[in-house]
């Protein structure tokens, strides 16, 4: 049985920083695909980003590129998603998820697992 947990949400203030953290557990973690995931009340699941198994290439959406970072360390089964320069439009409930397959990493409909995600509120 595949889990993921994520942990490092909380409450910072707008220009602040914080790291997401996904630990897996369950299967070999070096031969998936990782992706985050974010959702604000009243929104749609989007995408934030995702990283090959070997670490490169990387994705990125828009509006997070050149302030979020992702990242993985296969000897600990864990990703990583740094995020500087917080906005309060990056408040949302972040989701961590593995992609089996060289799908799209873009879509949310790509990703077989998911964990039980992470509050990240940012005030103004």
């Known amino acids: 049985q595949v889990q993921l947990v994520e942990s490092g949400g909380g409450l910072v203030q707008a220009g602040g920083s914080l790291r997401l953290s996904c630990v897996a557990s369950?299967?070999?973690?070096?031969?998936?695909?990782m992706g985050w995931f974010r959702q604000a009340p009243g929104s749609e699941r989007e995408f934030v980003a995702a990283?090959?198994?070997?670490?490169?290439?990387?994705y990125y959406a828009d509006s997070v590129k050149g302030r979020f970072t992702i990242s993985r360390d296969n000897a600990k089964n864990t990703q990583y998603l740094q995020m500087n320069s917080l906005k309060p439009e990056d408040t949302a409930v972040y989701y961590c998820?593995?992609?089996?397959?060289?799908?799209?990493?873009?879509?949310?409909?790509?990703?077989?697992?998911w964990g039980q995600g992470t509050q990240v509120t940012v005030s103004s």
């Open positions: 990283i090959s198994r070997s670490g490169g290439p990387t």
């Open positions: 998820a593995i992609r089996q397959w060289d799908a799209d990493p873009y879509r949310s409909e790509s990703y077989n697992y």
């Open positions: 369950g299967r070999s973690f070096s031969n998936v695909r």
